[in-house]
C-alpha cells in the first residue's frame, strides 16, 4: 500500500474517532408506568401513571423535573383553584443513595368532584456528593388539600425514570447521599466540575479535536518520511 493511502485512512480514522466521541450520550431518561396506590381521607384509591424525569444543569448541581402524564387519585368534592398542593420524593440509586424533594405550584383551576387530579411540573435541585452514575427513580407522591392529606405509594417497584452520570465536587467518591426528604443536599467546597450535556459536548469535542490533530501530526510525518525515502 502507498503511503498516500496510508494517509487517507489515517486521517479518515481520526476524522471517525472525533464523530464517535461527540456523539457519546450525558444522560439517559425513560418514561417508566408508575403504579400510585394512594392512602386517602375517604380510602383507598390508586392508579397507573407515565412519569418522565428530565435534568438541567444548574450552577453547582441539577434542575429535577418530574412530569406525571396522567392523574392519580380523585377528590368526593370539587377542589377550588390553588386548594392542592403536590410534592414528592425522588429516589437516588447507583452511586449515591438518600432522595430529593421536589413541589409543584397548586392547582390552578379547579378540579371537579370524582376527577382524576392532574399533577403539576414538580422540581428541585440535587447537588452530587458522589461521582459515578446516579439513576432516578419516583418515590411517594404526596397531595395536601382542604385541610387533609393523601399519600400515594409506588407498588410496583418502578425502574428510573433517568440515569446521569455526574461528577462530585473535586472529583471524590466519599461523602454520602443527599438530604433525604429535604431538596437540600450538602455541599462540599468548591466548584463542580461542569457534567451537563452542553459541557459534555464541549469536552467530547476538546478530546475528538486533540485525536485530529494527532491523526494530521502522524499523516505529516508519515508524508516527511515517505518524501525522504524517494530522495
Known amino acids: 500500500m502507498s503511503y498516500q493511502k496510508r494517509t487517507a485512512l489515517a486521517l479518515a480514522a481520526a476524522v471517525a474517532g472525533s464523530v464517535v466521541l461527540m456523539a457519546a450520550p450525558a444522560a439517559q431518561a425513560s418514561v417508566v408506568d408508575v403504579d400510585?396506590?394512594?392512602?386517602?381521607?375517604?380510602?383507598?384509591k390508586g392508579a397507573v401513571s407515565p412519569i418522565d424525569i428530565k435534568s438541567v444543569r444548574s450552577g453547582g448541581g441539577y434542575r429535577l423535573t418530574m412530569s406525571f402524564q396522567k392523574g392519580v387519585s380523585s377528590s368526593p368534592v370539587e377542589l377550588g383553584k390553588g386548594a392542592m398542593k403536590p410534592s414528592a420524593l425522588i429516589k437516588l440509586g447507583g452511586a449515591e443513595e438518600g432522595s430529593v424533594a421536589v413541589s409543584g405550584p397548586s392547582n390552578e383551576a379547579a378540579i371537579p368532584a370524582n376527577t382524576p387530579i392532574k399533577i403539576n411540573d414538580l422540581t428541585g435541585t440535587y447537588t452530587p456528593k458522589k461521582s459515578g452514575k446516579v439513576t432516578f427513580t419516583a418515590g411517594v407522591l404526596t397531595i395536601k388539600a382542604l385541610g387533609t392529606t393523601t399519600t400515594c405509594t409506588p407498588k410496583n417497584n418502578p425502574k428510573p425514570s433517568l440515569e446521569l452520570g455526574v461528577t462530585a465536587a473535586g472529583g471524590g467518591s466519599g461523602g454520602g447521599g443527599a438530604d433525604g426528604g429535604t431538596g437540600q443536599n450538602a455541599q462540599s467546597g468548591g466548584e463542580l466540575p461542569k457534567t451537563g450535556p452542553v459541557d459534555s459536548a464541549l469536552a467530547l469535542g476538546t478530546l475528538g479535536g486533540t485525536v485530529l490533530l494527532a491523526?494530521?501530526?502522524?499523516?505529516?510525518?508519515?508524508?516527511?518520511?515517505?518524501q525522504r525515502a524517494a530522495s
Open 36 to 44: 400510585y396506590q394512594c392512602q386517602t381521607p375517604i380510602g383507598p
Open 215 to 226: 491523526g494530521a501530526a502522524g499523516v505529516l510525518w508519515l508524508t516527511r518520511r515517505g
